[in-house]
């Protein structure tokens, strides 16, 4: 478990791909994310945030809670479900927040070391610079121990 709460994790992703986009924690401490995705390098041919985009910081800004008070040793998170309604076009830099709070976490850990798995509905909001929502996601994770069998 991160037990700075000021700490901004510096890793890099596991996916290239996700690295690639510029994707950036603005604020993260345990059980909460504020990330940003950069319209620079993330448009579309009308020069608009593309719809991809919107998805990856979805997910990782539904998963990133959990990953961070997760012993990855013996847990992994995994994406089960994940829907966006585009609202309006961003064409500006956007940001999504999550948290899970303490007694989320407990409940997610306890199921973990009881079932061998665990998981939580995400719905987040994102936002333009100007504070817009410009669409809505519901992120479904599941978390799943590394012997976790059906």
Do not use: W
């Amino acid at each position: 478990m991160q037990t700075d709460s000021t700490a901004i994790q510096t890793e890099k992703y596991s996916v290239p791909f996700v690295e690639r986009t510029g994707m950036r924690p603005l604020e993260k401490r345990t059980g909460y994310v504020n990330m940003l995705m950069p319209l620079a390098g993330n448009e579309n041919h009308v020069g608009v945030m593309y719809m991809g985009a919107f998805t990856v910081l979805a997910e990782a800004t539904a998963a990133t809670p959990a990953i961070d008070f997760l012993d990855k040793k013996r847990f992994f998170p995994i994406i089960k479900d994940l829907f966006v309604d585009f609202q309006r076009p961003a064409g500006s830099d956007v940001t999504a927040e999550y948290s899970l709070s303490d007694a989320d976490i407990a409940a997610l850990e306890a199921d973990l070391e009881r079932k061998g798995s665990a998981g939580y509905l995400a719905e987040i909001a994102i936002k333009d610079t100007d504070c817009v929502t410009v669409a809505a996601a519901k992120v479904t994770v599941k978390l799943l121990s590394h012997g976790f069998k059906k």
